[in-house]
């Protein structure tokens, strides 16, 4: 098993940026493909970007790309998620997720863990 626990959440106003973070412990982290999901208020939680296990590839949402970068440290158990040019829409809890299966899903149903959540909200 792998326990989650995003943080770096927060207000943050149009353009800012915010880097969120998500520890793991439990089970051998490098196994896992990990991922960022988020819900934003009245929709289904949805896929934010991946990174697998053996390559480090990364995937990201149309709706992010070019404005969040997803990353992983096997070493210190964390997965970030940096975002930049924060808009309105962006607003939504944040979810940190693994996959054990090691693929680069963007399917809720295919990962085994999840976390919390951290709020982000973007606002003037």
């Known amino acids: 098993q792998v326990q989650l626990t995003e943080s770096g959440g927060g207000l943050v106003q149009p353009g800012a940026s915010l880097r969120l973070s998500c520890a793991a412990s439990?089970?051998?982290?490098?196994?896992?493909?990990l991922g960022w999901f988020r819900r934003a208020p009245g929709k289904e939680r949805e896929f934010v970007a991946a990174?697998?296990?053996?390559?480090?590839?990364?995937y990201t949402a149309d709706s992010v790309k070019g404005r969040f970068t997803i990353s992983r440290d096997n070493a210190k158990n964390t997965v970030a998620l940096q975002m930049n040019s924060l808009k309105p829409e962006d607003t939504a809890v944040y979810y940190c997720?693994?996959?054990?299966?090691?693929?680069?899903?963007?399917?809720?149903?295919?990962?085994?863990?999840w976390g919390q959540g951290t709020q982000v909200t973007v606002s003037s």
């Open positions: 997720a693994a996959d054990y299966s090691g693929g680069a899903s963007q399917r809720l149903a295919d990962y085994d863990y």
């Open positions: 439990g089970d051998t982290f490098s196994l896992y493909t």
């Open positions: 990174i697998t296990r053996r390559n480090g590839n990364t």
